[in-house]
């Protein structure tokens, strides 16, 4: 039994409080229950009773409290999930570019490995390969334009390097290089138009020597009757003076040439004395004035493909002379 008036808990058969002294108020055994189980601690005015409707109303927030879902959570889970996310993102982008930029350098290498042992088509393979691993660095697209254009495959040359254009971010070298391609593209072609009319022109020293040779042999009397002497001579060694006119210079395969030998000569001269070398190989020519001054030569029979011609026909001496050839065509 609780006293009214202090709330002291006393005997169930006390008739006095033993704390205040006050009258003890009975009630029911049930009221008393309900009173012990409403009984609780607020924090601020001490020990004080509890109404059952307050002690129900305490309950019932206290469950909704617990059973409220955390909404909150949600937002926090999926920043951090995006954040995780994002972040292995740039982990593999970061990994799988430094493992492409890793291949694309090996294959610039191979390639220039095989450039300087004249082997274009393996250099090529590799130039291409780089270009396909990142096809935003414009270092592959410009080797690639030169081996091209060291070839004389202009048009390959402008459709790399305009496929750069496209994919590289600052492409002024790339643009400065497409100019240079148009330029030599340009030259060759000028210059095929002149040799159309240059055969005619070498033709014409070869009816001055031509004389000199029957005056040689006109004292070997002996061996033909003496009505013969002139009409002989001047037929057969006209075939081989024929030949050698033809050339711009006749020994470039079996003579290690020198700069005094190419002295004198114009870029135009330069470039034909170049392909002389390969043309002597049979090898044909993409661009169409060079093949035309060519197929203008009696000696010449152009049965290769450029693309499929192989370096190693050449022996060391022209080899050697065509890096000497090209080291004059550049200055």
Same mark, same amino acid.
């Given at each position: 039994? #609780?006293?009214? @008036?202090?709330?002291?808990? @006393?005997?169930? @058969? !006390?008739?006095?409080?033993?704390?205040?002294?006050?009258?003890?108020?009975?009630?029911?055994?049930?009221?008393?229950?309900?009173?012990?189980?409403?009984? !609780?601690?607020?924090?601020?005015?001490? #020990?004080r009773n509890y109404t059952v409707s307050e002690m129900e109303s305490i309950m019932a927030k206290e469950k909704r409290r617990k059973k409220k879902p955390?909404?909150?959570?949600?937002?926090?889970l999926i920043v951090v999930l995006a954040a995780v !996310?994002?972040?292995?993102?740039?982990?593999?982008?970061?990994?799988?570019?430094k493992k492409s930029r890793k291949e694309y350098e090996e294959n610039l290498d191979r390639a220039e490995e095989y450039l300087d042992e004249k082997n274009y088509d393996k250099a090529e393979e590799f130039y291409l390969e780089a270009v396909d691993l990142m096809p935003g660095e414009q270092e592959a697209y410009l080797e690639l334009a030169d081996l091209y254009l060291e070839q004389e495959k202009y048009d390959r040359a402008e459709e790399i390097l305009e496929d750069g254009k496209v994919s590289v971010d600052r492409t002024e070298e790339i643009r400065e290089k497409i100019k240079e391609v148009k330029e030599a593209s340009e030259e060759g072609s000028k210059g095929s138009k002149e040799t %159309?009319?240059?055969?005619?022109?070498t033709a014409k020293p070869t009816s001055k020597p031509t004389p000199k040779p029957t005056q040689k042999p006109t004292p070997k009397p002996t061996q033909e009757p003496a009505s013969s002497?002139?009409?002989?001579? !001047?037929?057969t060694p006209s075939p081989q003076t024929a030949t050698s006119g033809e050339y711009?210079?006749?020994?470039?395969?079996s003579r290690r040439l020198t700069a005094a030998d190419l002295a004198g000569l114009t870029k135009e001269q330069l470039? +034909?004395?170049? @392909?002389?070398? +390969?043309?002597?190989?049979?090898?044909?020519?993409?661009?169409?004035?060079?093949?035309? #001054?060519? %197929?203008?030569k009696s000696? +010449?029979?152009?049965?290769?493909?450029? %693309?499929?011609?192989?370096?190693?026909?050449?022996?060391?001496?022209?080899?050697d002379n065509l890096d000497l050839i090209r080291a004059a065509e550049g200055k």
């Open positions: 039994m #609780y006293c009214t @008036n202090c709330g002291a808990k @006393n005997e169930d @058969n !006390a008739v006095f409080c033993g704390s205040c002294g006050q009258p003890l108020e009975r009630k029911s055994a049930e009221s008393d229950l309900s009173e012990e189980k409403t009984r !609780a601690m607020d924090g601020r005015d001490g #020990y955390m909404f909150w959570l949600i937002p926090v !996310a994002v972040g292995g993102f740039f982990a593999f982008r970061f990994l799988s570019e %159309d009319s240059e055969p005619k022109k002497p002139a009409p002989t001579p !001047a037929v711009v210079i006749p020994d470039s395969s470039r +034909y004395a170049r @392909n002389e070398i +390969y043309a002597r190989h049979g090898r044909k020519f993409q661009d169409a004035g060079l093949q035309a #001054y060519f %197929d203008s000696w +010449y029979v152009g049965v290769i493909e450029p %693309d499929n011609f192989n370096e190693n026909l050449l022996n060391q001496i022209e080899k």
